[in-house]
């Protein structure tokens, strides 16, 4: 059964800051991997998608890479600024299509 | 209109109330989800519906009844539920099987609050 851990499970770091989350899986038999953000009650948006045959995704300041053999993924948000101040989950699908999540990282940034 | 669509947004009911929660998705994805999400909690997977058949049903009670009528509408029933069963109820849609897993989309959620 896959499972998916992510730390730290918070984060609180000034403006500015290059931060980097960490989500690791337990079967590296996926189809991809996703990561999304999660404001206060409200639902999820999706961040990136990495396919299982890529290494890395990126849009705007975000940067997610993909290390199947380790089970590892990790986020990379540069330049971090207070809209930034959310929660951030990732999932992992493997054979049976339905994703896995992990708990989150709670992340805050101070102005 | 586009993406996920949830309806209400939020709903309070008591223990004996029947209230119904819907969600339609105009991504012209396969497969729709149920997800309850709970404070501190991690998010719990309900149901799962793809092409219609109900494919997972993750141990949920009985006093949740879901429906697919196709492929773009899901409704969650709810009735005589507990107080603990309060929380954040987010509907996602996808790819789902054969064409590959693919990208997952959430809507809004609706927040029940049972009294």
């Known amino acids: 059964k896959q499972e998916v851990t992510q730390i730290p499970a918070a984060l609180s770091v000034p403006e500015g800051e290059n931060l980097v989350l960490n989500c690791s899986f337990t079967d590296s038999a996926i189809y991809n991997l996703q990561w999304f953000r999660q404001d206060p009650g409200k639902g999820l948006t999706s961040l990136l998608l990495i396919q299982s045959s890529q290494r890395e995704q990126t849009s705007g300041r975000l940067n997610a890479s993909l290390d199947k053999s380790s089970g590892r993924s990790t986020l990379y948000i540069a330049a971090s600024q207070p809209g930034d101040s959310a929660t951030y989950l990732c999932a992992a699908s493997g054979g049976s299509y339905i994703p896995t999540f992990g708990r989150g990282t709670s992340l805050i940034v101070h102005p | 209109e586009t993406g996920v669509t949830q309806t209400p947004r939020h709903l309070v009911m008591g223990m004996t109330n029947k209230k119904s929660l819907k969600c339609e998705q105009h991504?012209?994805?396969?497969?729709m989800y149920w997800y309850k999400q709970s404070a501190k909690k991690p998010l719990e997977l309900m149901f799962v519906?793809?092409?219609?058949?109900?494919?997972e049903n993750n141990s949920v009670p009985s006093r949740f009844s879901p429906e697919c009528p196709n492929s773009s509408h899901l409704f969650l029933h709810l009735h005589t539920l507990q107080p603990e069963d309060s929380a954040l109820y987010l509907c996602?849609?996808?790819?789902?099987?054969?064409?590959?897993?693919?990208?997952?989309?959430f809507g809004e959620g609706s927040r029940l609050t049972v009294l």
């Open positions: 519906y793809n092409f219609k058949e109900q494919t």
């Open positions: 991504l012209g994805h396969n497969a």
């Open positions: 996602a849609s996808s790819q789902g099987p054969g064409q590959g897993a693919g990208e997952l989309f």
